[in-house]
């Protein structure tokens, strides 16, 4: 008996070693698949702006008022903005002078550290990134906003399915009930994440739309609820009056949502993303931000002045149009994909620059 007992136990243990090794494995792979993923999709932000950065410090220049105009040319043009770009280049000024660090690799360097500084992370980051819930107040739901085209649809089929994949129990709602293809994406899309989807017909009330769905989710013991909206901001009254009559109608089931607010903006749309963040934030308690279609476009450098100047966390980003193309926003990973350490070249930085005057202008 004994014997067996602790073979089995020897079995077990080893057996669980083997998984959770199997399972660490797994988890550092996906990690590296993630980061490559990001680091690929920025490839074009880096071109349109580190590279530029480093070209123009590559030269073995001195830090003098004419290159901290050409650096802030640089950065102004990488849709990072005036406001974020002063305090980008007030704080290089400052510590190229008091640190006594002036040399091309060492100003890259505070400029790549003062822009991670700049990328605040949200304090529920650790949550947001093991999709994990706050048990004492379940359901959890996010209402999604954000103008039409942004990637609205597409984040919430990335969502519902990555918090399906954490184990919870997940309901979709339809309340942009405005156009009348929206239903048939929405369900294309908790087709694919396996859940179940709420909704009615075209030009339904929102609100009962979203009555419905918290209903279903507390007879179903969902623990998370995702709502979809019509993404429109022509008419500013009538928005608030929408999202304010959902959030609560809402209230009457669930009295502690919607706990999330995501707002939905387009990295492609550069500076204009901001603007729209200063719109829907006048009408709406924004929790955080989601920023799509990083992937493939050169205004990436947006996400630095929406995390530093909206003062509402950046929750996730979306680097794709597939169901596994959302990331959490963690600013050390972001800095890291964006100046990619093998880009730096720190090492051998002046053997690069010093002796080669032929270093392209671009
Ligand atoms: P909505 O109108 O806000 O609901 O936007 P949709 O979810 O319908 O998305 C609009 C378009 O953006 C679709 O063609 C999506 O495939 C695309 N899209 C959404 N997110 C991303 C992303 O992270 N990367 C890329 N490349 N495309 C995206
Ligand atoms: P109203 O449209 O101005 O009357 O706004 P309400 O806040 O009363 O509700 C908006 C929608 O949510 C309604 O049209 C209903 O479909 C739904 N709703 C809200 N409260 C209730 C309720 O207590 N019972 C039911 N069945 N539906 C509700
Ligand atoms: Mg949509």
Not at 186 to 197: H, K, Q, S, T
Not at 218 to 239: Q, S
Not at 289 to 318: F, H, M, N
Request: aromatic residues 6%; hydrophobic residues 40%.
């Amino acid at each position: 008996m004994g014997f067996f007992n602790k073979i089995k136990d020897k079995v077990s243990s080893v057996t669980s070693s083997a998984k959770n090794a199997i399972t660490t494995a797994v988890e550092k792979s996906t990690e590296v698949f993630k980061f490559t993923k990001l680091k690929e999709g920025l490839t074009k932000t880096r071109t349109s702006f580190v590279d530029k950065i480093q070209t123009a410090l590559g030269v073995g220049r001195k830090v003098d008022q004419a290159l901290l105009d050409e650096i802030e040319e640089i950065l102004i043009t990488a849709d990072i903005g005036v406001d974020t770009t002063d305090k980008i280049i007030t704080a290089l000024k400052e510590r190229v002078r008091a640190e006594k660090r002036d040399k091309g690799e060492e100003v890259f360097e505070i400029i790549r550290e003062e822009i991670e500084k700049l990328l605040i992370m949200s304090p529920s980051a650790k949550n947001d990134a093991t999709y994990s819930v706050n048990p004492d107040s379940i359901p959890h739901v996010i209402m999604v906003i954000g103008v039409n085209g942004v990637g609205k649809t597409t984040t919430i089929g990335k969502l519902a399915f990555n918090y399906r994949q954490a184990g919870h129990n997940v309901i979709i709602g339809a309340a942009d009930t405005f156009r009348a293809a929206a239903n048939e994406q929405l369900e294309i899309w908790a087709e694919r994440a396996g859940v179940p989807i709420i909704q009615q017909k075209t030009g339904a009330d929102p609100a009962a739309v979203t009555f419905d769905t918290l209903n279903s989710a507390k007879a179903k013991n969902a623990d998370v609820v995702i709502i979809d909206t019509a993404g429109r901001l022509h008419n500013k009254g009538n928005l608030m009056a929408e999202l304010e009559k959902m959030s609560r109608v809402m209230k009457k089931v669930v009295p502690d949502a919607p706990q999330d607010v995501f707002l939905v903006l387009d990295a492609t749309t550069g500076q204009n993303a901001i603007q729209q963040a200063k719109e829907f934030l006048k009408v709406a308690n924004i929790t955080g931000i989601v920023l799509t279609k990083l992937d493939g476009t050169a205004k990436g450098g947006v996400v630095i002045p929406i995390a530093c100047e909206l003062q509402i966390p950046v929750r996730y980003i979306g680097v794709g149009e597939k169901i596994d193309d959302l990331q959490p926003f963690l600013p050390k990973d972001f800095v890291e994909a964006l100046f990619g350490k093998e880009q730096v070249a720190a090492s051998n930085y002046d053997e690069d620059f010093e002796s080669d005057d032929t270093t392209s202008e671009d």
